[in-house]
């Protein structure tokens, strides 16, 4: 007899089965190498909570870089720093001593939360490219298109697309009845990977979860190439060749976290849905890397490429270190 969310069922053989709980196996067929694993999990996790709060901090304390392009950079590491949060805690749980037993409701808050956080730093990502089109296309009108109360609606914008698109997910999900295991092979409530368990029609959940991805990552990509592509047939009309080279840099750090971004995405999103005879831990393990590289890797590209973060950020630490070098008079 199948069971919603929140019910308890007798299986055939007499045991019981709690549908108010999940189980997250981490990575089936890899057990014997969680620990190890937990290591590089453990490793990007921290350089995601060092390098975002010190983008974080030296952008608001350096009224210099208080522009579109780094409002926007604010937005992108403190979206980071929350899917970190729903993801790395019991990540590292799961890896260190198999405490993958979730309830449903913290299950369906997890998969809400990080699904929505992809979104909206998808719309940051957007914003972004689009900031830089202004820029080099529309120089003059920068300031009068990119004003502040334009990019608070974008952040607002951001989130409620965000929140939107991904909330019916939960809700399509307790209408289904879960008559045999709860035992989901991941390491987090991945949509997909929940809507498996799940005994009868699944159609509605399938569909909606496949028309959200391509919503954002269809749209977004699209809207983010076109705007490359205007940027690039501008800056290709320009005679001098310093000019030219100057344009392109300024888009350097932004065209390498989408390549972060979006590349271990689309790895995943085909893989999951078309890639029927890979081996399940090259899903999960793509899924992750989707999830912890780029909130990782994003604040060392601003970091280097960035001329105006990377002065601050070792001005920064030069002054911590002459304080801490300073004698007591």
């Known amino acids: 007899m199948p069971s919603t969310l929140g019910q308890t069922m007798v299986s055939p053989n007499h045991t019981f089965l709690d549908s108010s709980v999940f189980i997250l196996m981490g990575i089936p067929g890899l057990e014997e190498f969680h620990l190890w694993l937990?290591?590089?999990v453990c490793l990007l996790g921290t350089a995601t909570i060092v390098g975002n709060i010190t983008i974080l901090v030296v952008i608001v304390t350096e009224p210099a870089l208080h522009k579109p392009m780094y409002l926007f950079l604010c937005m992108l590491s403190t979206i980071d720093?929350?899917?970190?949060?729903?993801?790395?805690?019991?990540?590292?749980?799961?890896?260190w001593c198999g405490a993958g037993h979730m309830s449903a409701s913290a299950c369906l808050a997890q998969m809400f939360f990080i699904h929505a956080f992809c979104m909206m730093e998808s719309t940051v990502l957007l914003a972004m490219a689009f900031d830089r089109y202004v820029a080099?296309?529309?120089?003059?009108?920068?300031?009068?298109?990119?004003?502040?109360?334009?990019i608070v609606r974008i952040g607002v914008?951001?989130?409620?697309?965000?929140?939107?698109?991904?909330?019916?997910?939960?809700?399509?999900?307790?209408?289904?009845?879960?008559?045999?295991?709860?035992?989901?092979?991941?390491?987090y409530c991945e949509h997909m990977a929940v809507v498996?368990?799940?005994?009868?029609?699944?159609?509605?959940?399938?569909?909606?979860?496949?028309?959200?991805?391509?919503?954002?990552?269809?749209?977004?990509?699209?809207?983010?190439?076109?705007?490359?592509?205007?940027?690039?047939?501008?800056?290709?009309?320009?005679?001098?060749?310093e000019a030219r080279s100057k344009a392109l840099g300024t888009c350097g750090?932004?065209?390498?976290?989408?390549?972060?971004?979006?590349?271990?995405a689309l790895f995943s999103f085909f893989t999951h849905r078309f890639g029927h005879h890979v081996p399940l831990h090259t899903h999960i393990i793509l899924a992750?890397?989707?999830?912890?590289?780029?909130?990782?890797?994003?604040?060392?590209?601003?970091?280097v490429k960035t001329k105006e973060i990377r002065e601050r950020v070792v001005r920064v630490f030069q002054k911590g270190q002459g304080t801490g070098l300073k004698a007591p008079e």
């Open 38 to 40: 937990s290591l590089p």
């Open 81 to 95: 720093l929350a899917a970190s949060f729903s993801t790395v805690p019991k990540l590292l749980a799961i890896l």
């Open 136 to 150: 080099i296309c529309h120089p003059l009108r920068y300031t009068t298109v990119l004003t502040d109360t334009i």
């Open 157 to 187: 914008v951001a989130m409620v697309r965000g929140s939107i698109l991904m909330l019916p997910c939960p809700f399509l999900i307790q209408r289904l009845s879960f008559c045999q295991s709860h035992v989901i092979p991941h390491t």
């Open 196 to 241: 498996k368990l799940a005994c009868g029609d699944t159609r509605p959940n399938r569909v909606y979860g496949l028309t959200a991805a391509l919503l954002v990552i269809g749209v977004d990509l699209f809207c983010i190439g076109l705007s490359y592509f205007l940027i690039a047939r501008a800056v290709l009309r320009l005679s001098s060749h």
């Open 253 to 264: 750090s932004h065209v390498c976290v989408i390549l972060i971004s979006y590349t271990p």
């Open 288 to 303: 992750n890397v989707y999830l912890l590289f780029p909130p990782a890797l994003n604040p060392m590209v601003y970091g």
